[in-house]
């Protein structure tokens, strides 16, 4: 479909969804949305951060997939991607001091495609905001930033790989970002690229017969930037590919920097050559700020809102968020959007009634084994105890299968812990199911539904 039609769809469904959601949910998730693209299968939509990405897919993927079959009088499923500047097919970037490489791969490339360049800018791909300046240091993320850093300066020569991780919302991607600010800058070729998008790649490679391509295409960059390698787990074919990139990449002096929610020997699912592998540089990991550096970030984002916020205020929202970066800024946000709207000061006492509204907003749709699988069990329609017990049809095996996954992804539970939970089953039979869904979920349609469905279900 041509791009004109696209918009006017998406203008449309938007104008649907403005109706049925509140005002501040559609200003800060839907607002700054594109659709981008449509075919008969499915409707792209672009969003700005990755942590948009994440939030229509787990909270809004119904609704809006329910309104753009609406507007299009067609099933379609609905694609969520980052808006870069410039960005190859598969999503990836390559960035040099002087060109942006975009890969030819699409049907009819032969073996020995090689890489088409076209000008751009040197950064394009990465976010303006996540450089090494607006990174807030503190001693929680001290290590991790200084290693990031020696990377940034001297990639290839000293922590090689660099080994990233820490839960939700801390800073990771941000380094990674960092890194490649200061290393396309100067003229490197850096990739970044998420552990989904690489394995995309991998499979269209496969799909149309350009493996060379996609080699040349991660073997030849100076600086490749991994991000959130724990999505890679359970698809035996890409840990292969990734295996001998690493492998390639590490022989020949180039950076390899990886973020990951949790360390290399927790990662059950990846295979123990890739996780051995991660151990040889540097493992650094960022714990949830204190105080001291929470009040810093707070006052630096307001400094960047342009809005004046008193100390005592900001005290008051370091001491009660406390989990992550992006509740503090999220917490932050929300103040300062009502502050506008009601066109009032941020007080101590407008702050201390948001963030006790938000504070049961997070209480209500906290997560527990047994809301997953309460979750799992609607959406397939069999009975919890039939996910506990010994039952071998395709339907309820395949139900406990997305449990495992769930389980394991969402709450971050040892496949031991899954097993015990679901009836007493062996971690080599949770790897099997956690790793079965993880390796079709992105070629599956069906399966990527259902399992974007029960999250919306968990965390409504």
Do not use: C
């Amino acid at each position: 479909m041509n791009e004109q039609s696209t918009r006017e769809i998406w203008k449309a469904v938007l104008g649907e969804l403005q109706l049925q959601l509140p005002r501040p949910t559609f200003e800060t998730w839907l607002k700054n949305t594109d659709g981008v693209s449509y075919d008969e299968d499915q409707f792209v939509v672009e969003a700005p951060t990755p942590f948009a990405v994440a939030w229509l897919e787990r909270r809004m993927y119904n609704a809006i997939q329910k309104t753009v079959e609406k507007v299009t009088e067609r099933p379609l499923d609905v694609v969520f991607r980052v808006r870069q500047g410039h960005e190859a097919e598969n999503g990836s970037v390559t960035l040099t001091g002087q060109t942006l490489e975009l890969e030819s791969g699409g049907p009819g490339s032969g073996e020995n495609d090689t890489a088409v360049k076209s000008p751009a800018q040197p950064v394009a791909a990465f976010y303006p905001k996540y450089t090494f300046d607006s990174f807030v240091v503190g001693p929680s993320n001290q290590l991790a930033y200084s290693a990031a850093r020696a990377v940034a300066d001297a990639p290839g020569k000293s922590y090689n790989p660099l080994f990233i991780y820490s839960g939700v919302g801390l800073g990771k991607t941000h380094l990674l970002h960092a890194i490649g600010h200061s290393a396309a800058s100067r003229g490197l070729a850096v990739r970044y690229v998420t552990s989904e998008q690489f394995t995309n790649d991998f499979i269209t490679s496969i799909a149309n017969r350009t493996t060379e391509a996609f080699r040349q295409r991660y073997r030849s960059v100076e600086v490749l930037l991994l991000d959130d390698v724990q999505f890679m787990s359970g698809k035996e074919q890409t840990h292969e590919s990734f295996f001998h990139t690493f492998n390639d990449l590490h022989n020949s002096g180039h950076q390899i920097v990886i973020t990951s929610d949790r360390p290399p020997k927790a990662l059950a699912l990846l295979q123990d050559r890739l996780r051995s592998r991660f151990e040889w540089g540097l493992l650094a990991d960022i714990q949830p700020p204190d105080l001291e550096t929470r009040m810093a970030i707070l006052l630096s984002k307001a400094k960047n809102l342009g809005v004046r916020v008193g100390e005592n205020v900001i005290e008051l929202i370091a001491k009660r968020v406390h989990n992550n970066v992006r509740e503090l800024e999220g917490s932050l946000n929300r103040m300062v959007a009502q502050a506008e709207l009601m066109s009032e000061p941020i007080t101590v006492q407008s702050a201390s009634r948001i963030l006790e509204e938000l504070t049961a907003d997070t209480e209500r749709h906290a997560i527990d084994p047994e809301r997953i699988l309460e979750a799992v069990s609607n959406h397939f329609r069999v009975g919890t105890d039939s996910l506990l017990a010994r039952g071998r049809t395709q339907k309820i095996a395949h139900a406990r299968q997305v449990a495992m996954y769930l389980l394991i992804n969402e709450l971050e539970m040892t496949p031991t812990q899954v097993g015990r939970l679901l009836g007493g089953r062996d971690h080599a039979t949770v790897i099997h199911g956690a790793g079965k869904i993880n390796g079709e979920i992105n070629e599956d349609t069906h399966l990527r539904r259902d399992v974007l469905s029960i999250k919306e279900a968990i965390f409504a």
